[in-house]
């Protein structure tokens, strides 16, 4: 049922005692734009961190977070020479192009000859920070994405990546390890766990520190992580349902309809809800290691297609993270969402969208019905590939798993104003907003990214 922009107000204001989230612009809230994976050559991204974080602030973005590999650049004495790239991972050494595209856009940036060679000093991320905050306008975030791969007692290997923002030190484990840490004879959800208690613990340290923890594309490398993993640790409160920069390998053996992170998403949500276990968030995010105008030249730059949207009364890290925390945020990969409101007393999720010329949407809001099983129905087998993809055993889960239980269409040029009431017997609800424009992102097909625009809401329960 389509509902008029006065109908949506009146719900969303008219029940403000039951509702999860407000409107827009409502009680001092607003939506905040933000993007919180993003490498440099601090690990293993190809631009300084002044051009990382310039580019989002100078493109509209509120909020922004570097994530390096097991880094979090704190030594005021890293200097790092610049030389054309030798194609070796991470990369030792900064661009001549970048290099002169940085002196130009940071007059005061700081280098010097060494050995007949430039050398260029790495600024820390408070050196960051206090260059580039500006209250009520920009807030950076430090970060790090917490990096290993496991090889259990099978010999199987998969790669776990897992971000913590807001935190300034790595955690113990993972302080002057390398880029890629080895983790042997544990289960993936023993590593996840251990990783989420030594960052709880140092955020208690640190005066209960706001952070976000994350799981990062969980498919990648090979159907890496899986809803299991997730499943065995109900304190992991967000993961990512798009990532723009890691592969997405799709194979014969899957089933067509494939198995992709929304399939995820709702396995684990399914699971939860039965359990009475907090519900898990999704999390848009670009995985950013080439910047525009940052003078790469070694991959084309991809830029601005995913991001998160939070509602939170400021932009500090204490309201961002507390909005997040509660859900009042949604995930992007090219849509904006205007509004979203969900009514407790009655269960009605309600979206809007704002229009855009010449494009149209769907509204597709999806469940998992109670009684459907939510365990996996069979095990299919995904041979080895390459010298890394070790064999694997990926769940396949049943169509009642995140089905679709209404959607509603829009024509081109308008507005999108949904709204689904939860049935009885449906254990959560979310909203994915399909546009019909395709993605800008070039051989999309082959990463966790979708092959058109989209948004989505979080899952809400009663």
Not at 54 to 83: C, E, L, M, Q
Not at 144 to 171: F, K, P, Q, S
Not at 240 to 254: G, I, K, R
Request: hydrophobic fraction near 40%.
């Amino acid at each position: 049922m389509k509902i008029t922009r006065k109908d949506f107000i009146a719900l969303a204001v008219g029940t403000a005692a039951g509702c999860t989230l407000p409107p827009r612009n409502s009680g001092g809230r607003r939506w905040y734009k933000g993007m919180i994976h993003a490498h440099t050559c601090w690990s293993d991204g190809y631009a300084l961190p002044e051009q990382a974080v310039a580019v989002y602030k100078n493109s509209g973005y509120d909020f922004f977070s570097i994530t390096d590999h097991n880094r979090i650049g704190s030594d005021p004495d890293r200097w790092i020479r610049v030389a054309p790239l030798d194609g070796t991972w991470p990369p030792k050494t900064v661009e001549p192009s970048v290099f002169d595209a940085f002196k130009s856009a940071f007059p005061d940036a700081k280098w010097r000859m060494r050995n007949g060679k430039p050398e260029v000093r790495m600024s820390t991320m408070a050196e960051i920070a206090a260059r580039f905050n500006e209250p009520g306008r920009f807030l950076f975030v430090p970060g790090c994405e917490i990096t290993t791969y496991v090889v259990g007692a099978d010999g199987m290997r998969c790669d776990l990546h897992m971000n913590c923002v807001g935190l300034d030190e790595v955690i113990p484990p993972y302080r002057n390890a390398s880029l890629v840490q080895a983790v042997r004879g544990k289960t993936k959800s023993k590593v996840m766990r251990e990783a989420k208690d030594q960052v709880d613990a140092l955020a208690k340290a640190k005066g209960n520190a706001p952070h976000v923890f994350f799981v990062n594309h969980p498919h990648w490398r090979y159907y890496d992580v899986l809803p299991e993993d997730v499943i065995a640790n109900p304190d992991v409160r967000f993961f990512e349902v798009c990532n723009n920069a890691s592969t997405w390998t799709v194979d014969d053996p899957m089933p067509k309809d494939g198995f992709d992170l929304d399939r995820f998403w709702d396995a684990v949500n399914a699971s939860r809800c039965l359990r009475g276990e907090p519900l898990l968030y999704g999390i848009a995010t670009e995985d950013t290691h080439f910047y525009p105008g940052s003078g790469t030249s070694h991959k084309p730059i991809i830029f601005g297609d995913a991001w998160i949207g939070v509602r939170s009364g400021a932009l500090t890290q204490n309201a961002l993270f507390a909005a997040m925390d509660r859900g009042d945020f949604y995930a992007a990969s090219g849509v904006d969402i205007d509004d979203i409101a969900f009514d407790r007393t009655t269960g009605t999720l309600s979206v809007a969208v704002p229009a855009k010329p010449g494009v149209a949407y769907k509204v597709r809001f999806i469940t998992t019905k109670r009684g459907v099983k939510v365990d996996p129905v069979k095990t299919v087998e995904i041979p080895a590939k390459g010298g890394k993809e070790t064999a694997r055993r990926v769940p396949v889960y049943s169509d009642g798993v995140g089905a679709v239980a209404k959607t509603v269409t829009f024509g081109k040029g308008e507005p999108v104003l949904a709204s689904y009431r939860l049935a009885d017997d449906d254990l959560y609800v979310r909203a994915r907003v399909e546009s019909d424009e395709a993605t800008t992102y070039p051989n999309a097909k082959d990463r966790m990214h979708p092959l058109i625009k989209v948004a989505w809401t979080q899952p809400y329960r009663r």
